[in-house]
Nanobody, 124 residues
Framework: QVQLVESGGGLVQAGGSLRLSCAASGLIFSNYGLGWFRQTPGEDREFVAAISSGGDRTNYGDSVKGRFTISRDNAKNTGYLQMNSLKPEDTAIYYC?????????????????WGRGTQVTVSS
């Protein structure tokens, strides 16, 4: 059974930083791309970032480019999202997801398994 568990969310002031983690089990982690999405109440889930299975390619949503960095440690079956220069509009539930293949897709349908999410709140 595939399981993805996010951690590292919390409350931070604008301009601050957080590092999210995504621990994976039940799959050969190094075979699949990893993505992060976020969602606020009443809104569609938004693509944040993705990293290829080997970690050599990344993709970012326009709203986080230059501020967020995605990475992964395949030896630890864990992915990360480093979030810097946080803004109040970054407030959301953040989800990690494993893709059906090794690339960096930006659409939800390309992802096979999802975590339950972690709340990030940025105060002004």
């Amino acid at each position: 059974q595939v399981q993805l568990v996010e951690s590292g969310g919390g409350l931070v002031q604008a301009g601050g930083s957080l590092r999210l983690s995504c621990a994976a089990s039940g799959l050969i982690f190094s075979n699949y791309g990893l993505g992060w999405f976020r969602q606020t109440p009443g809104e569609d889930r938004e693509f944040v970032a993705a990293i290829s299975s080997g970690g050599d390619r990344t993709n970012y949503g326009d709203s986080v480019k230059g501020r967020f960095t995605i990475s992964r440690d395949n030896a630890k079956n864990t992915g990360y999202l480093q979030m810097n220069s946080l803004k109040p509009e970054d407030t959301a539930i953040y989800y990690c997801a494993a893709a059906y293949f090794g690339g960096t897709p930006i659409v939800e349908l390309a992802y096979r398994s999802w975590g339950r999410g972690t709340q990030v709140t940025v105060s002004s």
